[in-house]
């Protein structure tokens, strides 16, 4: 009879103990990304992309949940830009020349800040599931144009060297001794404003449910109002139609 009594007083004290425990195992779970049925609010993530104009690029992305299968994202992208027959070179008829494009007017750095929508495929049901997205965003694109630089032989008897912007009608091939420093004409920079649309498709593999990994291929599509000053003796263009591939890593929170 005395061991019913003591049961029956303990009950509350276990109860409560089995409940702190219980409540303690879901909070671990949840900051540890375990747990599949919760919905976070918001994310952010980094990215790194190779892409067929040429180059590599950067993002940020910061995305906030809409319903179940929606999500609305505010992103920003940066990368070099590339024309198709910008061929790196050397002249020959100097020793220790440097290398150069001939025929490069300026280099190219692409801003893209943009919007846009996030939709689920194919949701993730377990931890070694990968869930398919899709998205697509529209932006400005900003074109900040750097002149080239080159240095120039003057004086092949003497060797003297001239540093000064490339101009076509001007300076030729033979005359050409490399480009030069790289911050040479960065005052000189001016910015082509312009817009953007894509459309990219995702497949996020984080083994935790509160983080991001992820895998991103999709199109761009860059229009500027006018052409592109990037090569002489080449036709330059005003649209431009790129792939690329990005990995993403990231976060997600309440």
């Known amino acids: 009879m005395f061991k019913k009594i003591l049961i029956l007083l303990a009950m509350p004290f276990l109860s409560s103990v089995l409940l702190a425990q219980e409540l303690k195992d879901d909070l671990t779970r949840l900051q540890n990304g375990e747990d599949l049925n919760v919905l976070y609010r918001n994310e952010s993530s980094f990215g790194v992309y190779v892409h067929s104009a040429g180059g590599i690029g950067l993002s940020y992305r910061r995305g906030q949940q809409m319903n179940v299968k929606r999500k609305r994202m505010m992103e920003v992208e940066v990368q070099n830009f590339k024309h198709p027959k910008e061929v790196k070179t050397v002249n020959s008829y100097f020793e220790n020349s440097k290398g150069f494009n001939y025929g490069k007017l300026n280099s190219f750095l692409i801003i893209r800040p943009g919007v846009g929508y996030q939709n689920i495929l194919y949701q993730k049901s377990d931890k070694k599931s990968v ?43 033979d005359e050409i001794y490399g480009k030069a420093p790289f ?72």
């Open 131 to 173: 869930e398919i997205r899709y998205s697509y965003y529209l932006g400005a694109a900003l074109a900040f144009a750097k002149p080239v630089y080159l240095e120039i032989i003057k004086d092949r008897s003497e060797g003297s060297v001239s540093t000064e912007r490339y101009d076509p009608q001007i300076h030729t091939i």
């Open 183 to 254: 911050f040479k004409g960065m005052d000189k920079t001016r910015i082509i404003p312009g817009g953007y649309a894509k459309i990219a498709l995702s497949f996020e593999y984080a083994d935790r449910y509160n983080s991001i990994k992820a895998i991103e291929t999709g199109l761009i599509f860059d229009l500027y109002p006018k052409v592109l000053p990037m090569m002489a003796h080449n036709r330059n263009q005003q649209a431009f139609a790129s792939l690329y591939l990005k990995i993403m890593w990231g976060k997600k929170w309440f």
